[in-house]
Every structure is written in structure tokens, then in C-alpha cells.
């Protein structure tokens, strides 16, 4: 899940959503702004600018990418300039021609703060009822069974949203990257590390009990979960304050647990949901333009000079996310990941204390990870052993 926390926000305005409840409001606690652990995370900007770039140009631009000049993504880009989305010239979507892996890409040069596009707040999907401060979605797979019933498996609703709907990734398409809940029970063991082992089966729980309460399918459910779990954005909510609050609430350290750690509420953003995501080197995040006004905006910040070419990437999570959230969240495994190191040394009784820890040594799993390019499963389980015991420290 992409946890967005709002920073320096008094309210969300009107996020205007088509769903089966009627435009709600919805209201988002502030959070202190500064050197908040949570990466990824939205910050009220007035700025309005997009385009332009800095200092004169030197050279052409080398693109590295491919543009998607497919139907879906064209009725897309038209849906969203019909809903008077800005900046869109700025960005290409496209497929690094390295990887082909689909993603955005920027058209010209971008000043560090600067905004590069920015989609109407009423274009975003809602995948709760607000007035229910997220208690109809309290897990991811509520999420999914919430997408079916909203828009996928609603005829007027997914006629509405098609232009958004066709450009989500298809189950066992080159965008579908599954998370580890896809796993059979001896590919889970495989992983070897505890805490990511006992997620995926927790997940798997999740989907297989709502499955059964809403009267649907654990295969569509999961995928359903997975589009939320990898495309959804977490906005922090709480109620009005008043006279009937309920008594504060605190975790096992005896602190106070804020109410926007609480209730949140998923929301799918079109366009910027195509972000790629960079462990170590983010070079944008995404930022809420006037929330105090009913027509707020998701946007894409610079958070440094980005020159014409280069690949637009944020971070994903918490934005302090190591390998195991990454790839229980989003399927893949960082080519690099700092925070890797930090979570081996916390330790915890749910992770690999140790190297010798595991059943195969480093290079036993290089070696088997050369054997292994014709099954991209194997091939997934191997990168994520070799991700975590290369960062051990020696």
C-alpha cells in the first residue's frame, strides 16, 4: 500500500468521487511537518507551476524510454485533459528501454520544488465510504472487495472510470508483478524469512475470509487486493473534533496513537499511480495543491532538478520500507535498498539474526539465481535471499 500521511493539511476540501454514495467530505488531520519517518508522503504545496526548466539548454535530451502510444493510455490522456488535468506535456508515459517496465518520464527540465503535473482531486477513486473514516476498508483485502463492488464489477461506474480501469495492469500481463500471497505453499518456504512468510499467509487469510463474507471468488479478490495493495495511495483521516471524542488510545509504549494513524482511506490516483519507485535516489513525491479548497489537487513534485529524459520515480511505502514491505506491497525487489541494513540489525524474533542464518550461502544463491532465468518465480525468491544477505553487515 502506498501510505500517503498529509503534511501542514487542515482539510481535504471536497475529493470528489464517483462512487455508489453520494460527494462526501473529507476531513484530514495535519501532521507535523519536517523530518516525518514516513517517505512518501504528501505535502500541501500552493505552487502552480509545471513546465519551464533552468538555465539555458546545453544539449538535446537523451530519452531513455519508448512511449505507451497504446489505445487505452491515449483515452487515458484525453479523459484526464477533459477533466482539466495540468502539466501533462510534461511527462511522457513510456517503457524504459532498458527494462520494459512502463513508467513516467519527463519531456523537459524541472526545477527542484517546481510542479510537474497535477490531476483534479475529483478524478481520484475513493475505495471507502468517507463518512465511515475508512472502518468499511480496515484491511487491504476490504480494499479489493471495495474496488469490485465500486467500480469493476459496477456496470455504470466502470463505464464511467473505463479510460482509468483499461490501463490497470491485467493478471498474468508484463505489469503484473504478484506479490508473494500468489505463492503455493513450498514456493512461500522458499523465501526463508519469517516475517515476510507470515504476512503473505496473513494476507492470505485476509483475502479467503472476505471472499467468503461478500459471496465472491478468492481469485478475483486476490487480484483485486493486489491492485490496491500496489496502485492505491493511504490518506490519514479523523473525524471533527467534538464533545463526544472517544478517550485517547495508546500503543504497547504507552504513547498516545493519533487519530490519523487510525482511520485512512485508499484512494487510486490515475497517471500518478504509474510512478516507478526508487529505494535510494526519488527525484519526485507526490504533493496535495490548495486542500483547503474544494477543487484540491493530487500533483507530482521535483524534489531535485530532473533533466528532460530522465525517469520521474518516487518512493514508495513509508518511504522507510525495507525489501520485505516492498515486495509483500508491490511485488518486486529493489535492486538496492539501504533500509535493508537497518531492519537485520533491529533484528526481531520474526527475522534472520544472522547470514549463517539461512540454508544457502550467498553465492550458493548467485549461482542457482544464473540457473534459474527461465522461471521468473524462482527467479523473484532468489533476488529477494540475495537483496537481504548482501546486506548484512560484515
Excluded at 487469510?205 to 471472499?211: D, S
Excluded at 487480484?223 to 488510545?249: G, H, Y
Excluded at 484540491?296 to 525489501?323: C, M, N, Q
Excluded at 550458493?364 to 533476488?383: A, F, G, N, Y
Amino acid at each position: 500500500m502506498r501510505q500517503l500521511h498529509l503534511v501542514s493539511l487542515q482539510l481535504l476540501g471536497f475529493l470528489l468521487v464517483f462512487v455508489p454514495f453520494p460527494r462526501h467530505i473529507f476531513q484530514v488531520d495535519a501532521l507535523a511537518a519536517g523530518t516525518s519517518n514516513k517517505g512518501r508522503k504528501v505535502s500541501s504545496s500552493k505552487s502552480t507551476g509545471g513546465g519551464g526548466g533552468f538555465g539555458a539548454a546545453s544539449k538535446a535530451p537523451t530519452f531513455i524510454h519508448t512511449p505507451d502510444t497504446s489505445e487505452s493510455t491515449q483515452n487515458l490522456l484525453q479523459f484526464l485533459k477533459a477533466q482539466k488535468a495540468k502539466g501533462l506535456d510534461n511527462v511522457d508515459i513510456g517503457f524504459h528501454q532498458g527494462t520494459g517496465v512502463r513508467g513516467l518520464f519527463c519531456t523537459t527540465n524541472m526545477k527542484q520544488g517546481q510542479i510537474i503535473c497535477r490531476i483534479p482531486s475529483d478524478c481520484a477513486l475513493a475505495l471507502s465510504d468517507p463518512n465511515k473514516n475508512g472502518e468499511d476498508a480496515p484491511t487491504v483485502a476490504h480494499g479489493g472487495s471495495n474496488f469490485l463492488e465500486m467500480y469493476w464489477n459496477n456496470e455504470q461506474n466502470k463505464r464511467l472510470w473505463s479510460p482509468y480501469l483499461d490501463t490497470l495492469p491485467k493478471q498474468g500481463s508484463e505489469q503484473f508483478d504478484p506479490t508473494p500471497d500468489f505463492l503455493g505453499e513450498d514456493e512461500l518456504m522458499l523465501l526463508e524469512f519469517p516475517r515476510l512468510i507470515q504476512r503473505a499467509k496473513e494476507r492470505k487469510e485476509q483475502v479467503g475470509k472476505v471472499a467468503a463474507e461478500k459471496g465472491i471468488s478468492e481469485e478475483e479478490l486476490r487480484f483485486a487486493t493486489w491492485l490496491v495493495s500496489s496502485r492505491a495511495f493511504q490518506l490519514s483521516l479523523s473525524a471533527p473534533a467534538n464533545e463526544k471524542d472517544e478517550m485517547p488510545q495508546y500503543d504497547d509504549r504507552g504513547q498516545v496513537i493519533d487519530k490519523a494513524q487510525k482511520k485512512t482511506i485508499r484512494v487510486m490516483v490515475p497517471f500518478i499511480d504509474m510512478a516507478n519507485h526508487s529505494s535510494d535516489q526519488p527525484n519526485c513525491k507526490l504533493t496535495l495543491i490548495d486542500p483547503e479548497k474544494d477543487d484540491a489537487w493530487f500533483a507530482l513534485e521535483a524534489t531535485r532538478p530532473i533533466s528532460a529524459g530522465k525517469e520521474l520515480v518516487i518512493s514508495y511505502g513509508s518511504g522507510v520500507d525495507s525489501s520485505v514491505e516492498l515486495l509483500m506491497d508491490y511485488g518486486f525487489v529493489p535492486s538496492s535498498n539501504r533500509i535493508d541494513s537497518i531492519m537485520l540489525e533491529k533484528g526481531g524474533d520474526d527475522a534472520i539474526a544472522k547470514l549463517d542464518g539461512w540454508t544457502t550461502t550467498l553465492d550458493e544463491d548467485k549461482t542457482m539465481l544464473e540457473m534459474s532465468r527461465d522461471d521468473p518465480v524462482l527467479q523473484k525468491i532468489l533476488r529477494f535471499r540475495i537483496r537481504l544477505k548482501e546486506s548484512y553487515k560484515r
